[in-house]
């Protein structure tokens, strides 16, 4: 199992920038497809990015394609998402997840945007866009 943690919400004007983190711990000596999701009051999940262990790149949801950026850091077993420009509509819950059953092929692909592919969930981290 792995346990997930994320870290680095809060409340940003439009326009503004925020770094979220995920912590990893447990059996993290394996490969996983990782990846952030959102999700507002009232909505489903949504997929934003996700990166296969070990990647240099991410595959990205087309409305934060440009302004997201995923990345990984194995040594820390850490996985983050730089969000610039930030919009009011990014406003959300945002959630670490980790997928055991994901190729990586798999992992680069529209369909690991949804959620039922992923078996590990972090609490998810507050963030809030508004002026």
């Known amino acids: 199992q792995v346990q997930l943690v994320e870290s680095g919400g809060g409340s940003v004007q439009p326009g503004g920038s925020l770094r979220l983190s995920c912590a990893a711990s447990g059996n993290t000596d394996r490969d996983y497809c990782m990846a952030w999701f959102r999700q507002v009051s009232g909505k489903e999940r949504e997929g934003v990015a996700t990166i296969y262990t070990g990647a240099p790149d991410g595959y990205y949801r087309s409305s934060v394609k440009d302004r997201f950026t995923i990345s990984q850091d194995h040594a820390t077993k850490s996985l983050y998402l730089q969000m610039n420009n930030l919009e009011s509509e990014d406003t959300a819950v945002y959630y670490c997840?980790?997928?055991?059953?994901?190729?990586?092929?798999?992992?680069?692909?529209?369909?690991?945007?949804?959620?039922?592919?992923?078996?590990?969930w972090g609490r998810g981290t507050q963030v809030t866009v508004s002026s």
């Open positions: 997840a980790a997928s055991t059953t994901r190729t990586l092929y798999q992992c680069f692909t529209a369909s690991s945007l949804f959620d039922d592919v992923y078996n590990y």
